[in-house]
C-alpha cells in the first residue's frame, strides 16, 4: 500500500558539489581555505570544480528524475548569496538558485533548502571570530531573510542547519573541520550562538 507520508529523497551539500569557487561574486569560505592546508582533505582535494554542479545543475535534475526521487534536498553557499557574509545578495548567486529550484519543481521535485551547510564567509571568521561572535545571530537572521524573500515563493521545507554539533566541536573543538580552531570553551560559544541563530531565523519564518 502506498505511504503518502514518505518521501523519498536525496541530499547534497554545496561546498562538496557546486564548484565554480571564485566565480560569480563567490567568495572564500572558511572551507576552501581549510582545505588547502596540507594534509586536510583526501588527496588534498579542493573545490574549484567538485562535481561542477553550478554548471551542470540541469544535468543532475534530469539524473535526479531518472531516479525517481520525490525530493532533493542542497545546501545554499551563503560565499554566493552574501559574498561578505553581510549586506546585499549577490544577483548571480540568487539566480542560480532560482533556476535550480524552477528546474526541480518543473521536474516534480520538491525542494527541501538547507541554510547552512558549513560553509561560513571567510570574511565572517577572519573579521568576527564567525560563530564565536554573538554578532552572527544577526548576520545569519538577515541572510536567511535573503533567501526566505526570495525563493521562499517556492520553497516550503526548510532545514536551518546540517549537524550544528560537527560546527561546534569539530570546527571549535577538535579543529578536525573548518575552521580548525581547538578550544575546550569555544565549542560551547559556537554552539550557543548556533541555536540562537536556529530560533530566530525560525521565528522569522513563522512570522512571515
Not at 534530469?62 to 557574509?85: C, H, M, T
Not at 521536474?107 to 568576527?128: A, E, K, M, R, S
Not at 564565536?132 to 515563493?153: H, M, P, Q, T
Request: charged share 20%.
Amino acid at each position: 500500500m502506498e505511504n503518502k507520508e514518505f518521501i523519498f529523497g536525496v541530499a547534497t551539500a554545496s561546498y562538496q558539489i557546486e564548484g565554480a569557487a571564485y566565480e560569480d561574486g563567490r567568495t572564500p569560505s572558511i572551507w576552501d581555505t581549510f582545505a588547502a592546508k596540507p594534509g586536510k582533505t583526501h588527496n588534498g582535494d579542493l573545490p574549484t570544480i567538485a562535481c561542477d554542479s553550478y554548471h551542470r545543475y540541469m544535468e543532475d535534475v534530469k539524473l535526479l528524475k531518472e531516479l525517481g526521487v520525490d525530493s532533493y534536498r542542497f545546501s545554499i553557499a551563503w560565499p554566493r548569496i552574501q559574498p561578505n557574509g553581510v549586506g546585499e545578495a549577490n544577483p548571480e548567486g540568487i539566480a542560480y538558485y532560482n533556476k535550480l529550484i524552477d528546474a526541480l519543481i518543473e521536474n516534480g521535485i520538491t525542494p527541501f533548502v538547507t541554510l547552512y551547510h558549513w560553509d561560513l564567509p571567510l570574511d565572517l571568521q577572519i573579521c568576527h571570530d564567525g560563530w564565536l561572535n554573538r554578532s552572527i545571530v544577526d548576520k545569519f537572521v538577515e541572510y536567511a531573510k535573503i533567501c526566505f524573500d526570495n525563493f521562499g515563493d517556492r520553497v516550503k521545507h526548510w532545514i536551518t542547519f546540517n549537524e550544528p554539533w560537527c560546527v561546534s566541536l569539530l570546527g571549535y573543538g577538535t579543529g578536525s573541520h573548518a575552521p580548525g580552531r581547538k578550544s575546550d570553551i569555544e565549542a560551547y560559544q559556537a554552539a550557543h550562538n548556533l541555536l540562537l541563530s536556529h530560533a530566530y531565523s525560525v521565528k522569522l519564518f513563522r512570522e512571515n
